[in-house]
């Protein structure tokens, strides 16, 4: 059981990348998903998150506006499209998923809510 992200790579400031979040042994209908990311000598933050069905949301306000995050059950996938990416959005980032709803409080509190952590995908916003 586990969530694998990826995606990452080099993009220059002002660029986009869109990460993929997929599902193995396990369907993803039931979860929250939320986005985490962890720049070198920093703690995990929480990025974004999203309800098992979509119609809640949650951004950390460095990424409101540039980040949007999405899902598709039927494929057992997530998605973490970024624009206008700066060098301070340079990280490992990772998915993992909750039976919590997505809220400030819930992403507030860390990812010690968050399981099945996978390896993470890095990005290197760098020109």
């Known amino acids: 059981v586990q969530l694998q992200a990826s995606g990452g790579g080099l993009v220059q400031p002002g660029g986009s990348l869109r990460l993929s979040c997929a599902a193995s042994?396990?369907?993803?209908?039931?979860?929250?998903i939320g986005w985490f990311r962890q720049a070198p000598g920093k703690e995990r933050e929480g990025v974004s998150c999203?309800?098992?069905?979509?119609?809640?949301?949650y951004y950390a306000d460095p990424v409101k506006g540039r980040f949007t995050v999405s899902r598709d059950n039927a494929k057992n996938m997530v998605y973490l499209q970024m624009s206008s990416l700066i060098p301070e959005d340079t990280a490992v980032y990772y998915c993992a998923r909750t039976l919590e709803t997505c809220s400030d409080d819930l992403m507030a509190a860390g990812p010690e809510s968050f399981g099945s952590w996978g390896q993470g995908t890095l990005v290197t916003v760098s020109s």
């Open positions: 042994g396990f369907t993803l209908d039931y979860f929250a």
């Open positions: 999203i309800s098992s069905t979509s119609h809640k949301t």
